[in-house]
C-alpha cells in the first residue's frame, strides 16, 4: 500500500558528504512521523533522526551538528543531509514512515529497504 524507496548511498571518504532520499509511493492519504534508521554490520538498528508532519525534528547525539532531516510533503519525500562523515556512520540506513492510505483509517508503519552507506578512504 506504501512504497518507501531510498536512494543516494554510496561510498565517500571520512569529511565527506552525501545526501539520502526517500520516496513513498503508492495510495497514501498522508504522512505523518519519518525518520532514518542505521544498523552497522553485527549491531542493532538505531534511530538516526525523526522529524513530524510539521517539521519537528530530533536526532541521535551522534549525528547532532552534522546531519540535517529534511521533508517535502507535497512529493511525499524526506532527506538525511550528511556531512563531515566519519567511519562510524556506515551502515545501511533506512527510513521509516507511519501513513495512511485511501479508505483505511488505521495508521500503519512502513519502512523502506535500506541504502549502504560507506566512509572509507
Known amino acids: 500500500q506504501v512504497q518507501l524507496v531510498e536512494s543516494g548511498g554510496g561510498l565517500v571518504q571520512p569529511g565527506g558528504s552525501l545526501r539520502l532520499s526517500c520516496a513513498a509511493s503508492g495510495s497514501i492519504f498522508r504522512l505523518y512521523n519519518m525518520a532514518w534508521y542505521r544498523q552497522a554490520p553485527g549491531k542493532q538498528r538505531d534511530l538516526v533522526a525523526s522529524i513530524t508532519r510539521d517539521g519537528s525534528t530530533d536526532y541521535a547525539d551522534s549525528v547532532k551538528g552534522r546531519f540535517t532531516i529534511s521533508r517535502d510533503n507535497a512529493k511525499n519525500t524526506m532527506y538525511l543531509q550528511m556531512n563531515s562523515l566519519k567511519p562510524e556512520d556506515t551502515a545501511v540506513y533506512t527510513c521509516?514512515?507511519?501513513?495512511?492510505?485511501?479508505?483505511?483509517?488505521?495508521?500503519?508503519?512502513?519502512w523502506g529497504q535500506g541504502t549502504q552507506v560507506t566512509v572509507s578512504s
Open positions: 521509516n514512515a507511519d501513513a495512511t492510505v485511501w479508505g483505511i483509517l488505521k495508521r500503519n508503519n512502513y
